[in-house]
């Protein structure tokens, strides 16, 4: 046996994609654009999820769960209010979405997230 977050709490949605600019595609951390829209999630912000799958204009997101994202190399484990930082990264701060941050794998530059 080993540890696993996979399926915790996990919510996936269906939204539209923005397609103004580039489009998000499967693996990218997305952002809201417009009413049941989402868009890749600009530096300096914070996503509402991971594209997990794209058909045509629209995008099976995760909201909640576990994730592996990339992150800063000074994240620490912990409970955080979690967003990117300028270099598109996860990072914790004073603002962001809360989270519980299970496991930073710093060479890697990898993190495991439980959004709730």
């Given at each position: 046996?080993?540890?696993?977050?996979?399926?915790?709490?996990?919510?996936?949605?269906?939204?539209?994609?923005?397609?103004?600019?580039?489009?998000?595609?499967?693996g990218d951390l997305v952002s809201?654009a417009a009413n049941n829209t989402?868009?890749?999630?600009?530096?300096?912000?914070?996503?509402?999820?991971?594209?997990?799958?794209?058909?045509?204009?629209?995008?099976?997101?995760?909201?909640?769960?576990?994730?592996?994202?990339?992150?800063?190399?000074?994240?620490?484990?912990?409970?955080?209010?979690?967003?990117?930082?300028?270099?598109?990264?996860?990072?914790?701060?004073?603002?962001?979405?809360?989270?519980?941050?299970?496991?930073?794998?710093?060479?890697?530059?990898?993190?495991?997230?439980?959004?709730?």
């Amino acid at each position: 046996m080993s540890i696993s977050y996979e399926g915790v709490a996990e919510q996936v949605v269906t939204m539209k994609l923005d397609t103004t600019g580039t489009a998000a595609k499967e693996g990218d951390l997305v952002s809201l654009a417009a009413n049941n829209t989402v868009k890749v999630c600009p530096v300096s912000t914070t996503p509402v999820g991971l594209v997990l799958g794209v058909k045509g204009d629209l995008a099976a997101v995760q909201v909640a769960g576990y994730m592996r994202l990339p992150c800063a190399s000074d994240l620490a484990v912990g409970c955080a209010l979690l967003a990117l930082d300028s270099s598109g990264k996860l990072d914790a701060g004073t603002t962001g979405r809360p989270g519980i941050v299970t496991d930073v794998d710093t060479a890697a530059g990898i993190c495991g997230v439980i959004f709730c």
